[in-house]
């Protein structure tokens, strides 16, 4: 069964940054492209941040576009969303979801249904 567990949310001061990191194990021997969300108490998911199986592909959500950077080391089946001059707005719960298609369209990267597999999301509060 494959899991996806998100780490490296916290409290910080607007201005820091963070480092969230998405450890996948299960089914590692697939190939799988990588999506980051964010949610916040009665609002949806919203994406974040993509990246392709081998890197290639990678794409942001508007919302943090110039202060984020999504990585992957598929040697250790961990994805990384680098997140610099956080602000109180992009205080959220942050998941990582995993799509397993084998030839997933990339117009799909910020679609909530085209990842089969969520974490249980790491809780990003900035304080202002």
């Known amino acids: 069964q494959v899991q996806l567990v998100e780490s490296g949310g916290g409290l910080v001061q607007a201005g820091e940054s963070l480092k969230l990191s998405c450890v996948i194990s299960g089914r590692t021997r697939s190939s799988y492209a990588i999506g980051w969300f964010r949610q916040t108490p009665g609002t949806e998911r919203e994406f974040v941040a993509y990246?392709?199986?081998?890197?290639?592909?990678?794409y942001y959500g508007n919302s943090m576009k110039g202060r984020i950077t999504i990585s992957r080391d598929n040697a250790k089946n961990t994805a990384y969303l680098q997140m610099n001059s956080l602000k109180p707005e992009d205080s959220a719960v942050y998941y990582c979801?995993?799509?397993?298609?084998?030839?997933?369209?990339?117009?799909?990267?910020?679609?909530?249904?085209?990842?089969?597999?969520w974490g249980q999301g790491t809780q990003v509060t900035v304080s202002s």
């Open positions: 990246i392709s199986w081998g890197g290639g592909n990678i």
């Open positions: 979801a995993a799509d397993f298609r084998p030839f997933p369209p990339y117009s799909d990267y910020a679609a909530r249904g085209a990842y089969s597999v």
